[in-house]
Every structure is written in structure tokens, then in C-alpha cells.
């Protein structure tokens, strides 16, 4: 029989629901959208049917409002918003917004930052071990990289078996390499990355992103 999706399995869904087909109009994955104020914009899909259990809508969506409630009493009116909870055709999305990385980085217990390249060191984050490639496939140190000042970053922490699509408010200009990480990092037009983590399950990796 199957059963109607507990609170903890809600929790768990809401932070980890994975891609679905959407029939002929080929796959979506879930995607995160930065914009030039630095909000952050996360579109969540996944199917209803989930094995032994199946999502109820209702109870979804009201976990997840109760979840941002909670958060934005901690951490001030706005900081997530529950943007909508749709069901068709046997899959389900949720939209939620983000004042600042650090709000999704604390909502989804998962490292995002977006900031100034120039700043990513005194904010915590070593690159000269990562290396990079430009969208034309050429190898890249970071050290070698011009005009900083004029450079954002995005780094994104993935768990294993995830897929992410980054889209920027600027031109994509350097990923980290593929084989770096575990993960297929892809370009996907100008502004946007497409993250395939396929590490060992239960991995995390971080992606690194630079724009302008």
C-alpha cells in the first residue's frame, strides 16, 4: 500500500527532489537562476511517484511554507520565499526565491557562493588548486586570469547523482574542469552551465563558475 509521504520524507524532498521527463518535450532538471542583485531564484522538479510512497501536493506544499515561515522568523521577513507548487502530468515543481546565497546556502544546508572573484579568497575559498577551462576549451590557472576586478564567481556545492542548471546574469566565461571534480560540467549557451555530479553516492563536490 502505498503511503502518504511523512514529514521527514517531506524535508528530504523538498531539499533533494531530483529531475523528471516531461513527456515530448524532452527532460527538466532542476535549475538555479542568480540575477544581477545577487537574489537567487531555485526551480525544484521531480516525480510524484517516489517508490513505496507518493507526494501528496497539499501536504507538500504546506511542509515547505511552514519551512520558509520558520526561516524567515530567524532570519528576517523575505529571506526565502515560496514562489509556487505545481503537479502535472505525474511530476511536481516548486519554485523558491532567495534574498542572497547565504539564504539558500542556510535554507538548503548547501555551500553557494556569488561574489567578486577578487574577494573569494578573504571569504574563504582557495582556487589556485582548481583548475579552470574558457568556453573554447582552453585550460586556464587562475593565476593567468585578467582583470579580476571586472570577474564574478559562483561556486556551488552538488551531491551526487544531481543535476543543476546555472543561469547567469552574464557571459560565462571559465568552469572548473571536469575531471577536477567527479562531476560533467558543460557550458550551455552563453550565460548558462549545466552541472552533472557523478561522484560516488553520497559525494558532494563543489562547481566553480566564472562570468562577467
Request: proline share 1%; hydrophobic share 35%; aromatic share 8%.
Amino acid at each position: 500500500m502505498r503511503k502518504v509521504v511523512s514529514a521527514l520524507l517531506l524535508l528530504t524532498l523538498i531539499l533533494n527532489l531530483t529531475g523528471c521527463g516531461r513527456g515530448n518535450k524532452g527532460p527538466e532538471i532542476n535549475s538555479l537562476s542568480v540575477n544581477k542583485s545577487g537574489e537567487i531564484s531555485h526551480h525544484i522538479v521531480g516525480s510524484v511517484d517516489q517508490n513505496y510512497y507518493q507526494i501528496e501536493t497539499a501536504d507538500l506544499e504546506s511542509f515547505a511554507a511552514s519551512r520558509v515561515e520558520e526561516y524567515c522568523a530567524e532570519k528576517g521577513e523575505g529571506s526565502v520565499t515560496l514562489k509556487a507548487v505545481e503537479e502535472k502530468d505525474g511530476s511536481i515543481s516548486m519554485d523558491f526565491g532567495y534574498s542572497s546565497a547565504e539564504d539558500y546556502s542556510g535554507f538548503n544546508h548547501r555551500t553557494l557562493y556569488v561574489g567578486a572573484l577578487e574577494d573569494a579568497k578573504s571569504d574563504g575559498y582557495e582556487l589556485e588548486a582548481v583548475p579552470f577551462v574558457s568556453m573554447d576549451g582552453q585550460a586556464v590557472e587562475i593565476g593567468y586570469i585578467e582583470e579580476w576586478e571586472k570577474k564574478k564567481l559562483v561556486i556551488l556545492e552538488t551531491k551526487s547523482g544531481e543535476e543543476m542548471l546555472i543561469n547567469l546574469p552574464g557571459k560565462t566565461l571559465y568552469t572548473n574542469q571536469s575531471a577536477h571534480s567527479g562531476q560533467d560540467v558543460t557550458f550551455v549557451g552563453k550565460k548558462s552551465v549545466k552541472i552533472s555530479n557523478q561522484e560516488e553516492e553520497g559525494a558532494r563536490a563543489l562547481s566553480y563558475i566564472i562570468y562577467e
